[in-house]
Structure formats: C-alpha cells, structure tokens
C-alpha cells in the first residue's frame, strides 16, 4: 500500500473555500484568499531549506521521514466558495480540473467547504471513472490562521496521506481519519469530529501510527483511463418524511422537472400507508421519475422488514441499501445523466454497488456479478453475506486463479476472470504475476493475451525475478520472443548474474542455452564467478561448436530480438503515458498509441514476429502465415483486420519496413 520509492510526490490542492481560509467580514465569515501565502508563513507547511531551488508558486513540507519529499501547489479559485453556495457546477469543475492536472500529479486535495462537503465527496467520486489516485477533500471548523483550530492538522494529513498513499478514491479526510468520500456524512456543527461514515469504517485511522484499512480500500481493475462524466442531471432532489406529511405536499415536490428524487423515508425504510400518499408516489414512478428509498436514520440500511416499507417498494421506489441521502443524491444525478439508457437499465444500475457507496446484501450482488458466473459461485459457496465481504474474498481470490489460469494455459479462464473485473498485473500470495507463471511454464498464447490486456512485461516478483528470465530458465523461446518484442529487459541483477550462467552453459556446451540468453538481451561476454567469459570457458574446455557460436553471437551478428520500441524511435513528447500502458514504456509511435487505446495491441506483436522472421514478406493482400498468427496470439484475440498482410502495411512507420 506505501509508495515506491520515488524522490518526490507532486500534489495539486485546489483551494475552494470554505472555513479553512475564511476571514471575518461586516456579516460573519466569509472566504479568505491566498492560502498558499498563509501556508507558506508556517513551518509545518513549507519548509524553506528543503526547499532549495524550487518555483516560487510550489510549497514544500518538511522531511517526512521517509526519503520522499512532497511538493504541492496551491490552486486558488477565484471567486472563493462558502459551500453552501456550491452546487452540481462547481464540483464538475473540481473534476475537470483534476482532469487537466492528472498527469502531472501523484495526488489531489480538494480545500472545501464542510457544510456540503460530504455531497462533493460523493459527487466526484461518481463523475471520476477508473480513478487511479487519491482525491482527498478537507477542510475545517476553524479557520487556519486561528490560534487553536483544526485546519492545520486536517490539511496536513490530507496532504500526507495524498502524497505517502495509494488509495485510489475519492476520500474525506477530517478530525485524523479517511473516510471513504460517498459514505461520509456532516454530523456535528460544531466539534472538531464534524464527519462520520456510519456503514463503513474509516479506510484509515491517524494516530501514532498510521492504519490502513486494506481490506476496505478499493482496487484498481484493469488499464481504463480516468473518465470524467460531466454531464450530471441537475433535476434531483431529497424530500424527507415527516409524520402526517400531507399527499398535496409530495405531489407539488415531485413535479417536472424533477426526474430523481431522494426519499428519507423511516427507520428501515418505511412510510405513511395512507392511500392519498402511495397514490402521488406511484403516479410519480409511472411518469419515469426515479425515487430512490433511504433511510433518515444515521446508520443502518432500508430491508423490506415491515408491511409499510413493502407498501413504499411496491409503488416503485428504488431501495437505496445503507447509502448516505448525499451519496443516493449523487448518484441519481450521475445516474441520469448518463446518455441512452432505459429507465430500467437507470433502476438497476441505482441497485448497484458502483463506487463503494452502499453495502448490497449477498442475495443481491447477482447484478454486479452479472457476466460472472464464477463470482456468483463464490459468493454462495463462502456464503458470503454482504458485497463488502464478497470484495475482500474476491480481491483475495483473483490472482491466484488468474495465475492457475495461465499456469494452465488457460486463455477462456483468463477472459472469464478479466470480464470478472480480475486486474491482471495482481501478484498472488507467492509474490508472482500471471505474466511471471505463463513465461515460466512457456505458454505464448497466454503471454500474448496478459501483454495484451496491460500486464507489466517488466514486473519483478517478490524474489526480484522477471518473466523474461524465468521464460529462459524455462528455455521458452518463442516466450522470450514475445516478452522481448513488448520491450522486457533483464533487470540489472538478473544480468550481473547471469554471467556465471553463461560460462556453466558454455561448459557444457549447451548452445542452445546460450541462444537463449542471447536473445534475453544478455552480454555473452559477461565474466563468470572467476572472472573468465563464457568463451574462455568454452575454449579451454575444447568445446569448438560453442567456442563458433560465440564468436559469431557476440561479434558479429546483430541481437536478433531487440526491443521492438528500441527500433520505433522515441516516443511523442505530447503521447500520454497511459495510452503507452505499462507493458510498452513510452518509447511508441502515435499510430501505436492508437492502436493501443483501441485495444488491438497483439499486432505489435505480431508486426514484431514479421520482422524477424525470414524469408520475403508477404505480398499485398495475402493471408498473413498461420504459424506467425497463432505465435502472436491474435488468431485468439479477435483482431481480423490485421489477419492479412493488408493489414500489417496499415503500419505506416518506416521502422516497420523490412
Ligand atoms: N466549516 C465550514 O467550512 C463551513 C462553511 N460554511 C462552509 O461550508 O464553507
């Protein structure tokens, strides 16, 4: 969960608002500007020394006590919020900014208001898709420069555990926990300890020590860029029952425009009976109005326990599980901004888990686990009770199936658990990628496929062993082909190493072993543990075949397999590196990056394959060589444009010419 070692982390805080900066005005409080001045006055935010050369705009924290130093910039909104004043715009504009800077960044934290801070939360964590760093909203009850408040130490652990962190979330950060950012909620007006996430734990808790709830932090699935969905429906609303609350009253708040609305119902999920009331409710559902049914108690979720929740359920409400009103609230508005989608396909998705923001009871998950039957097993093979649970079980599960499936070769189990949200790159408890085991037991096709779907060609085991060494312990040369072509190099270890490999070999007179090195990108002149390259060994063992095949390996032939991004050339100053995705390094040409994004990444591979392999090319319009095919894997992989040599020209790079 801690960092990789890095010599720094570059946060971006946007500075919205509220308390935090606020200064006293002819009325009250109200936003103060430049925070960034006042942060830079104080040593526990900048230090100077440390510092050194930096811009003037970048503020530095003291030695953290970890070699990493964290750097941030303030982004100063202009004008300032107090966050009652924020609405659905204004927090589409935080995500638009954390679009802008996302690269640039290892995290976000947004300075905002408390009073809705908890329905930003929930927002953002709705608009950003795939998000693969830590957005972490804070704020305070006290402003800054107050003698005793709380900004200082909010502000401060927000921006640590941003920058010392993987957490991947929205998250709400206050009074030394990290709340998960839809399940947080206002609880006091007052103290310090404002927030609460009274249905789920915090994901970590700040004390002496500094506790990290794992179990509970969501997982990064796959490779898909971050997604921001801007275009939230603004026509939703909360109404909250009260006993006794007239029809008339229900009928006037669900009027058009309204098109999603949040009803705080009782207890767990119960209401009025009365006919006048079920009656305005129905006529709502039937008009396409989507009600979603939350509790206005502070914990626990809507059941279907009482005869009076089932009356509210059957006029077609929406049950909305252990979600926070402002979560249920978000998530009707992203919901129904979504383009071109049903009104029951809109109900079903509000059913769902989408963002960690409700607890779905086992009977449940059958719609998040749709497409995975596997996972429907496991739930009730474990009889797992809750989706929380299930999460925990099956994070724990996926890589140690995904490295069975490639173990066994297995390319339908490894789509099954791919389409089952499984991250491919995951290690298992032994430490090891699916890559690392597919390259060990010699299984091109799986290769081909884990490269395909971004799996790290260089990703170290817990031992610091590759799949490209492990593919030529196991003497899997069209393995070793594949993993070189997608850009795999033998780390500097596995190379210091492999001299004394080299000389057992030439010992032997194992030329094929030496091949095999050689097209791992090894030295074959690397001295052994007593100093002597593999040739001396060979010469003075009379081992003639070996001695003529070095000669010619190292002298004069060129390496037959190099990198293939090694001949593209260097990668576009403006190509973004997740297009580039982990396996490939940035080394790409623009039509790679297309070719990337749009997922048809094995014809890399396979352009790879045509250049080394001999004879004439062939010509315009034939059927690319079977064997080639089934050696890049794609014959699997549904790419039939490039099944023929028309299709390989499609590759206009000069490099790609023979
Ligand atoms: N503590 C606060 O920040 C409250 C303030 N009214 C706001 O939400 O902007």
């Given at each position: 969960m801690a960092r990789a070692a890095e010599p720094e982390r570059r946060l971006l805080a946007v500075y919205t608002g509220g308390t935090i900066g606020m200064r006293s005005g002819r009325s009250g409080l109200v936003p103060g500007q430049g925070l960034a001045a006042v942060l830079r006055t104080l040593p526990m935010f900048h230090d100077q020394d440390y510092a050194g050369q930096l811009p003037e705009d970048t503020l530095v924290l003291p030695p953290t006590g970890s070699d990493q130093s964290v750097i941030y910039t303030v982004l100063e909104w202009q004008p300032l919020f107090d966050s009652s004043d924020m609405t659905i715009t204004e927090w589409v504009q935080i995500a638009q900014t954390i679009e802008r800077y996302y690269e640039q960044y290892h995290g976000f934290v947004v300075i905002h208001g408390t009073d809705t801070m908890a329905f930003a939360a929930s927002t953002l964590s709705f608009v950003?898709?795939?998000?693969r760093k830590p957005v972490i909203f804070t704020g305070a009850q006290v402003p800054i420069h107050a003698l005793w408040n709380d900004g200082r130490e909010n502000l401060l652990g927000a921006l640590l555990m941003a920058a010392q962190y993987l957490i991947p979330e929205v998250c709400l950060y206050f009074q030394n926990q990290l709340f998960r950012g839809n399940r947080a909620t206002k609880?006091?007006?007052?103290?310090?300890?404002?927030?609460?996430?009274p249905n789920l734990p915090p994901l970590a808790t700040v004390g002496a020590d500094i506790i990290i709830n794992q179990q509970l932090v969501r997982k990064v699935r796959g490779q898909d860029p971050l997604v921001v969905h801007s275009g939230l429906e603004r026509d939703v609303g909360v109404l909250r029952l009260y006993p006794g609350i007239p029809g008339s009253l229900v009928r006037a708040f669900l009027q058009p425009p309204l098109k999603g609305v949040v009803l705080e119902t009782f207890g767990s999920g119960n209401g009025p009976t009365k006919p006048e009331l079920l009656q305005e409710l129905r006529a709502a559902a039937s008009r396409g109005l989507l009600i979603v049914n939350c509790t206005h108690c502070l914990q626990g979720p809507v059941t279907s326990d009482y005869a009076a929740g089932v009356a509210l359920v059957g006029t077609g409400l929406v049950p909305g599980s252990d979600m926070t009103s402002e979560a249920a609230l978000a998530k009707l508005a992203y919901v129904l901004g979504l383009p071109g989608l049903s009104l029951d396909d809109r109900k079903q998705l509000l059913a769902q888990d989408l963002r960690g923001e409700m607890t779905l009871p086992a009977s449940e998950l059958e719609p998040a686990l749709r497409g995975s039957p596997l996972g429907h097993q496991v739930a009730q093979f474990l009889r797992l009770s809750n989706s929380q649970e299930f999460s925990a079980v099956w994070d724990a599960l996926l890589p140690g199936l995904a490295c069975a499936a490639a173990r066994a070769g297995d390319l339908e189990a490894l789509r099954v658990l791919v389409a089952a949200g499984c991250d491919l790159s995951m290690k298992d408890f032994n430490g090891q990628t699916p890559l690392h085991v597919a390259a060990r037991v010699g299984h091109p096709g799986a290769v081909s496929m884990l490269l395909c779907r971004g799996a790290d060609v260089n990703a170290r085991s817990e031992d610091g062993l590759s799949p490209l060494l492990l593919a030529v312990r196991g003497r899997h040369q069209r393995v070793i082909r594949l993993l070189r072509a997608a850009g795999a190099c033998l780390s500097a270890q596995e190379l210091e190493d492999a001299g004394t490999e080299l000389c057992r070999l030439a010992s032997r007179g194992d030329g094929k072993g030496l091949r095999l090195w050689w097209q791992a990108g090894a030295d074959l002149g690397l001295p052994g543990y007593d100093g002597r390259p593999a040739l001396q060994v060979a010469e003075s063992t009379g081992n003639l075949d070996v001695v003529a095949l070095l000669q010619h390996l190292e002298g004069r032939a060129p390496d037959p397999e190099p990198a293939l991004t090694a001949r593209l050339g260097p990668a576009p100053a403006d190509a973004p590196t997740l297009l580039c995705g982990p396996a490939l390094d940035t080394a790409w040409p623009p039509q790679l990056h297309t070719l990337y994004s749009q997922k048809v990444l094995p014809v890399v591979y396979l352009a790879a394959l045509l250049l080394q392999s001999p004879g004439p090319p062939p010509t315009e319009g034939q059927p690319l060589p079977g064997r080639l095919l089934e050696e890049a894997g794609t014959g699997d992989l549904g790419l039939p444009h490039f099944a023929s040599w028309a299709g390989y020209c499609k590759f206009q790079n000069p490099s790609y010419q023979r």
């Open positions: 950003l898709e795939n998000l609880v006091d007006s007052r103290r310090f300890a404002a927030f609460c996430s």
